[in-house]
């Protein structure tokens, strides 16, 4: 059973620094492309950043360009990301997701998501 | 950028048809998913690419992609299919994933 499970979202500061983690299993994890979305309470999903299964290339949405930078640990099957510079606008549910490896970009499996509260 | 126009609500009794839209310019030249969120809940894919779906996903949720309009489609309604729909596509020109505002199903 594909499992994801993220962790490391909390209260944060503008202007502060989170580092979100997302523990994969039940699937050979160093073999798929990997995404975070997130969702701000209320509103529709916002993709935010891919990588690819080796970790060579990386993508962000221009809304986090420059703050955020995804990674992976394929030894320990982890996504990671860094939210640096936080807004208030930053403030959302970040789900770990899983690319179905369609040239048509869809998500099929989520995990359950870690909130992250940017507020002064 | 590409905008997914959905409309915020849809309400509809037990055992009839739910239809569910997703609009932008000719919408028919991509491929359209729709996820399923229940509160609390991660999204799951119930179709992809307009009307594939999943395994595990019944029969009775399907998709379809004409002119300028996606529409997921519910036949008999149960009261577990109450949810937040939100359909998604990758937009080529701007090679960006685009995801609709959703639509809150209720059922009566």
């Known amino acids: 059973e594909v499992q994801l499970v993220e962790s490391g979202g909390g209260p944060v500061q503008p202007g502060g620094s989170l580092r979100l983690s997302c523990a994969a299993s039940?699937?050979?994890?160093?073999?798929?492309?990997m995404h975070w979305v997130r969702q701000a309470p209320g509103k529709g999903p916002e993709w935010v950043s891919l990588i690819d299964s080796d970790g060579s290339k990386t993508d962000y949405a221009d809304s986090v360009k420059g703050r955020f930078t995804i990674s992976r640990d394929n030894a320990k099957n982890t996504l990671y990301l860094q939210l640096n510079s936080l807004r208030l606008e930053d403030t959302a549910m970040y789900h770990c997701?899983?690319?179905?490896?369609?040239?048509?970009?869809?998500?099929?499996?989520w995990g359950q998501g870690t909130l992250v509260t940017v507020s002064s | 950028s590409y905008v997914l126009s959905q409309p915020p609500s849809l309400s509809v009794a037990p055992g009839q048809t739910a239809r569910i839209t997703c609009g932008a310019d000719n919408i028919e030249n991509k491929r359209v998913h729709w996820y399923q969120q229940k509160p609390g809940q991660a999204p799951v894919l119930v179709v992809h690419e307009d009307s594939d779906r999943p395994s595990g996903i019944p029969e009775r949720f399907s998709g379809s992609n004409v002119g300028n309009t996606a529409t997921l489609t519910i036949s008999g309604v149960e009261a577990g299919d109450e949810a937040d729909y939100f359909c998604?596509?990758?937009?080529?020109?701007?090679?960006?994933?685009?995801f609709g505002g959703g639509t809150k199903l209720t059922v009566l």
């Open positions: 997701v899983r690319d179905s490896r369609s040239s048509w970009y869809y998500f099929d499996f």
């Open positions: 998604q596509l990758w937009a080529s020109n701007t090679d960006r994933v685009v």
């Open positions: 039940g699937f050979t994890f160093s073999t798929y492309w």
